[in-house]
C-alpha cells in the first residue's frame, strides 16, 4: 500500500499566480480530507469529500480557494489567485466511510507564496 | 459541531518523567477519539484511538489514553518519555454522525536528554 500520495512536496510561487496541490487517496478509501496547517492557526479542516461528493466546504477560507474530486482516486486543491498568507503545509488524508476507522496522511505539500 | 482543545501549547519534559497531555471534546453525541504525532518535518501518524468499550486504550511506543466521557476528556499519557517522543501531538474527533475529523491545535512537547 502506497498510502496517501501528494504532489508536489513542495510548491514556491509569486503573488497572483494560481497553485494546484494533488492527493491520490489510499485505495479503496471514499472518504477525503483537505487540511491547512500553520503555526499561528495550527491543523484547519478545509474540506472533505464523501464519495468524490463535498460534504463540507465551511473550512474553505475564500473564493480563492476552491476542491474537486473528479473520481474516487484523485483530488485537487487550488488556489488563485494565490496570496503571501496562503503559505502553509497542506495535508490530504484519506480513511473508509465506516464508522470506526482512522484517517491516514500525505507527506503534504509546503506552500509559499512570494 | 465539534470542537477540540488541547490545554498545553508548548511541554518540556527531561528523559524518564511522566507525560500528561490534556484534551477535551466538545460534542454531545458519539465520538470516535483520535491522538495524532507529527515528528519534526513529518506527517501526521495515527499513535491511538478510541472507538468504543474499554476506555483505556494502549497505542504504539507506550502511549495511553484514557476516555472519560463525564469529563468529555481523552488524555494521553506515557509513564517514562524519551527522546524520541520529541514531537508534536495532536488529539482528534470525529463525530459518528458526521463524516469529518476535527483536530486540537496540537500540543508540542520537547524532552531533554
Known amino acids: 500500500d502506497a498510502g496517501v500520495i501528494q504532489s508536489p512536496r513542495h510548491e514556491v510561487t509569486e503573488m497572483g499566480q494560481e497553485v494546484t496541490l494533488r492527493c491520490k487517496p489510499i485505495s479503496g478509501h471514499n472518504s477525503l480530507f483537505w487540511y491547512r496547517q500553520t503555526m499561528m492557526r495550527g491543523l484547519e479542516l478545509l474540506i472533505y469529500f464523501n464519495n468524490n461528493v463535498p460534504i463540507d466546504d465551511s473550512g474553505m477560507p475564500e473564493d480563492r480557494f476552491s476542491a474537486k474530486m473528479p473520481n474516487a482516486s484523485f483530488s485537487t486543491l487550488k488556489i488563485q489567485p494565490s496570496e503571501p498568507r496562503d503559505s502553509a503545509v497542506y495535508f490530504c488524508?484519506?480513511?473508509?466511510?465506516?464508522?470506526?476507522?482512522?484517517?491516514?496522511f500525505g507527506q503534504g505539500t509546503r506552500l509559499t507564496v512570494v | 459541531a465539534q470542537s477540540v482543545s488541547q490545554h498545553n501549547h508548548h511541554v518540556i519534559l527531561s528523559e524518564a518523567a511522566s507525560l500528561e497531555l490534556g484534551c477535551n471534546y466538545s460534542?454531545?453525541?458519539?465520538?470516535?477519539l483520535f491522538w495524532y504525532v507529527q515528528y519534526p518535518g513529518q506527517h501526521l501518524q495515527l499513535l491511538l484511538k478510541y472507538f468504543s468499550g474499554d476506555p483505556l486504550v494502549k497505542g504504539i511506543k507506550g502511549f495511553e489514553a484514557e476516555f472519560i466521557k463525564s469529563k468529555f476528556s481523552f488524555n494521553l499519557r506515557k509513564p517514562s518519555v524519551q527522546w524520541s517522543d520529541t514531537a508534536e501531538y495532536f488529539c482528534?474527533?470525529?463525530?459518528?454522525?458526521?463524516?469529518?475529523?476535527?483536530f486540537g491545535k496540537g500540543t508540542k512537547l520537547s524532552v531533554k536528554p
Open positions: 460534542y454531545g453525541g458519539t465520538v470516535n
Open positions: 482528534a474527533v470525529n463525530a459518528r454522525s458526521q463524516g469529518n475529523l476535527i
Open positions: 488524508a484519506s480513511s473508509r466511510q465506516v464508522a470506526n476507522t482512522e484517517a491516514f
